[in-house]
């Protein structure tokens, strides 16, 4: 008998053409399925239900703060006004405040700040109200708390 | 002269590292896409603050409220767990929210509320959202902002 071994190899040939189309695709898939997201941060303010009555543990040779912010028709701010104070920007208010906080550990950790807005004010305005009077951005990136004791007034009836 | 004419012009690559390189980018987009839907909605465009860092401790029992802003005459909604909700009639929905981490041995005091309300929308509902969430006997409120990076 004989076996032939010559020649007939078949040499299976893997077809590298139509993976690379099908991982081109897949690749395509999630790149276009990629989302961009920025970090999120929250802003924490406890609310009880229980108004604060006279009881209430708080400095009394504190003064209570009052943040008004005011809108104009289409939301916008009109008039930032911080107890008697008005200020043209928020940043103004953050530089005020920086500078009643000073370096007075008891007014840093015991002051009250109530925010009293319109009802059409745009929410942005509120955000960046509690960006300017909650804490300040050190040069090494840290975070300094500036007024952490933050409350809203209850809310104005629909215009 | 004979001057030898090579067969084909067909430039012969070695695809093998392209694969694989490619292989490697589709690796690292699928670890990093979040088909999860609950933390975010596309519809809400956080404000921005400076102040904004993400919570060094994961919040344990959030109930995560969207709050659109005002469309077309209609007021601002609510979404929570993906249903699209008026302020007023929130309360059942928070209830249940409730209920499911008081099952889960959660105390009232521990379960915090995630505002994660659009920019535009007016600070009047965002108010009343509160006071709806009050009513349901939760105190404790996160309102969220995306990080600003400053300008360029």
Do not use: W
Not at chain 1, 70 to 91: C, V, W, Y
Not at chain 1, 131 to 147: H, N, Q, Y
């Amino acid at each position: 008998m004989k076996v032939r071994n010559t020649g007939n190899e078949e040499k299976i040939e893997l077809q590298m053409t139509p993976m690379i189309d099908i991982v081109f695709q897949l690749l395509v898939f999630f790149i276009m399925t990629f989302k961009i997201v920025s970090q999120e941060g929250d802003f924490d303010i406890k609310m009880p239900l229980a108004a604060q009555g006279p009881g209430s543990i708080s400095d009394e040779t504190l003064l209570p703060l009052t943040l008004e912010l005011q809108a104009d028709a289409t939301g916008k701010i009109a008039r930032i006004q911080l107890n008697e104070r008005s200020f043209g920007t928020f940043p103004e208010l953050h530089d005020y405040v920086v500078g009643y906080i000073g370096t007075d550990e008891n007014r840093r950790e015991n002051t009250e700040l109530e925010i009293r807005a319109d009802y059409q004010l745009r929410y942005e305005n509120v955000i960046e109200a509690l960006s300017a009077v909650r804490g300040r951005r050190k040069d090494d990136g840290t975070i300094e708390d500036l007024i952490t004791k933050i409350k809203f007034a209850p809310p104005q009836e629909e215009p | 002269m004979r001057v030898k004419k090579s067969n084909s012009g067909v430039l012969e690559g070695d695809l093998t590292p392209m694969i694989d390189m490619t292989f490697q980018l589709i690796a690292f987009f699928m670890v990093l896409i979040n088909f999860e839907q609950s933390e975010q909605h596309e519809k809400i465009q956080l404000p921005d603050s400076e102040l904004a860092k993400p919570a060094a401790e994961k919040t344990e029992y959030p109930i995560i409220l969207h709050l659109t802003q005002r469309e077309e005459g209609q007021p601002e909604t609510v979404i929570l767990g993906g249903e699209e909700i008026n302020i007023e009639a929130l309360g059942p929905f928070l209830g249940r929210e409730k209920q499911m981490y008081l099952g889960q041995g959660a105390k009232e005091s521990e379960i915090t509320v995630v505002i994660r309300a659009h920019k535009g929308a007016r600070t009047g509902k965002v108010q009343n959202l509160i006071a709806k969430c009050q009513e349901s006997s939760l105190e404790n409120f996160k309102l969220r902002a995306k990080e600003d990076v400053g300008n360029f």
